[in-house]
């Protein structure tokens, strides 16, 4: 997968401005803004998997991208779900230390439980919120072939195509959270401002880096389920 064309693609559309200024503008729209640039960012991603030549959205058919930005989030909490139940686990096992009533010795004991109980859950929840966001990927590089909310539920055919191609689902992973923390780092430098283009820019680099992906793995990819 190809990094800095990820970065620089938008620039060779005359009218980029206007498109990721508009985004800016979008993200702050309160939950709409969110569904709205994820389902920008699934169309920018489809134009790239299909060799688009202009593959950077316009914000015309406004209420399909929230439409489709809400079906991917929605995919995406039912893949987390299980991080809310080992979070809900944590919650518990604050409250076992008051369990001791008026002995100090219980107290201690339930607190050291309740710090071995919190430290074991979050690395679980971390190792598990890292797979289930690959596996989901998978999900939806087939999605951009299908549209349909059921093959992102496919958790079968996703873990398989991703297991098959695990090299390039890896690097996909990697370049995101590099990104990430480059983008940090610029918004640190530059006392938030550059936070202001965040939103816009995870959308239209993950979405190039998304449709790259599907290209590389399209050979693997088992056909649609009927």
């Known amino acids: 997968m190809d990094f800095t064309r990820a970065l620089t693609f938008p620039f060779d ?15 702050f729209i309160p939950i709409i803004g969110s569904f709205a640039l994820q389902g920008w960012a699934f169309e920018l991603a489809k134009r790239v998997r299909n060799n688009d030549p202009a593959p950077l959205p316009d914000w015309s058919d406004f209420g399909g991208k929230i ?3 809400f079906m991917l989030w929605l995919g995406s909490l039912i893949y987390q779900l299980p991080t809310v139940l080992f979070a809900c686990v944590v919650a518990f096992a ?13 107290m201690a004991a339930l607190g050291g439980l309740a710090t071995i109980i919190a430290i074991c859950c979050s690395c679980v929840i ?5 797979a289930a ?16 909310f059921s093959t992102l539920l496919q958790f079968g055919d996703n873990f398989a195509l991703v297991r098959e191609n695990i090299g390039d689902f890896g690097m996909f992973l990697l370049y995101l959270i590099g ?8 918004s640190s430098i530059t006392l938030g401002l550059a936070g202001l283009l965040y939103g816009p ?10 449709g790259q992906l599907a290209i590389k793995v399209s050979g693997s990819m088992a056909a649609p389920a009927v």
């Open 13 to 27: 559309d005359e009218e980029w401005l206007q498109k990721l200024g508009l985004g800016v503008l979008i993200q």
């Open 67 to 69: 439409g489709k930005g």
């Open 94 to 106: 604050m409250f076992l230390p008051a369990m001791g009533g008026d002995s100090e010795e219980a």
């Open 126 to 130: 971390v190792l598990y919120a890292i």
């Open 133 to 148: 966001s690959v596996v989901y990927a998978g999900g939806v590089v087939r999605y951009l072939d299908t549209e349909e």
């Open 179 to 186: 990104a990430g923390l480059v983008a940090g780092v610029v």
């Open 201 to 210: 820019f995870f959308a239209y680099f993950g979405g190039h880096l998304l």
